[in-house]
Antibody, heavy 117, light 111 residues
Framework: EVQLLESGGGLVQPGGSLRLSCAVS????????MTWVRQAPGKGLEWVSA????????YYADSVKGRFTISRDNFENTLYLQMNGLRGEDTALYYC??????????WGQGTMVTVSS | QSALTQPASVSGSPGQSITISCSGT?????????VSWYQHHPGKGPKLLIY???NRPSGVSNRFSGSKSGNTASLTISGLQAEDEADYYC???????????FGTGTKVTVL
């Protein structure tokens, strides 16, 4: 069964950093673009970032551009999101998802990030 | 890039049909035929229901259908069932820095 498993979430102070990981299994990771989507408590889904199959092209929402960096390791079948300069409004459940053209066809269960002092 | 606009809630009785609208602009829904719909049960990852406006992935019930007219997309659920009670989100490819924009979300209640 195709699976995506996020990890790395936790409590961090404003201005701090955190690195999320998304380990995938049962599909050819290097053949798919990937994406991160988040959901703040009580709010809707928000697209965060996307990366091409080889990692040479990356895309970011305006709200995180310059603070977050998406990357991938096609040998380790893992997607990453490095988050710097964290703010209270970054508090959310972060999902990784497999990207199929302009659709997100497989999702993980999410990892919670809380930014608070 | 602002979120696409959806009604906060829609309800229906078992067996009925309901339609959820998703209103965007000429820079997203009106520009691309890349509208997708997701079903989200609390505590689980979202599930892709519809892609490219009106296509269903393998395994998704044919009770779910999608359409688009101008800057507005719609999801129709026919033969409403108790298990359809969930949050539903539309999403569109978009021009600009933020290349994907989600809808505000609609809570579906089965009466």
């Amino acid at each position: 069964e195709v699976q995506l498993l996020e990890s790395g979430g936790g409590l961090v102070q404003p201005g701090g950093s955190l690195r999320l990981s998304c380990a995938v299994s049962e599909f050819t990771f290097s053949s798919y673009a990937m994406t991160w989507v988040r959901q703040a408590p009580g709010k809707g889904l928000e697209w965060v970032s996307a990366i091409s199959t080889s990692g040479d092209r990356t895309y970011y929402a305006d709200s995180v551009k310059g603070r977050f960096t998406i990357s991938r390791d096609n040998f380790e079948n893992t997607l990453y999101l490095q988050m710097n300069g964290l703010r209270g409004e970054d508090t959310a459940l972060y999902y990784c998802a497999r990207k199929s053209y302009h659709n997100f066809d497989i999702w993980g269960q999410g990892t919670m990030v809380t930014v608070s002092s | 890039q602002s979120a696409l606009t959806q009604p906060a809630s829609v309800s229906g009785s078992p067996g009925q049909s309901i339609t959820i609208s998703c209103s965007g602009t000429s820079s997203d829904i009106g520009y691309y035929n890349s509208v997708s719909w997701y079903q989200h049960h609390p505590g689980k990852g979202p599930k892709l229901l519809i892609y490219d406006v009106s296509n269903r992935p393998s395994g998704v019930s044919n009770r779910f259908s999608g359409s688009k007219s101008g800057n507005t997309a719609s999801l129709t659920i026919s033969g409403l069932q108790a298990e359809d009670e969930a949050d539903y989100y539309c999403c569109s490819h978009a021009n600009g820095i933020t290349i994907y924009v989600f809808g505000t979300g609609t809570k579906v209640t089965v009466l």
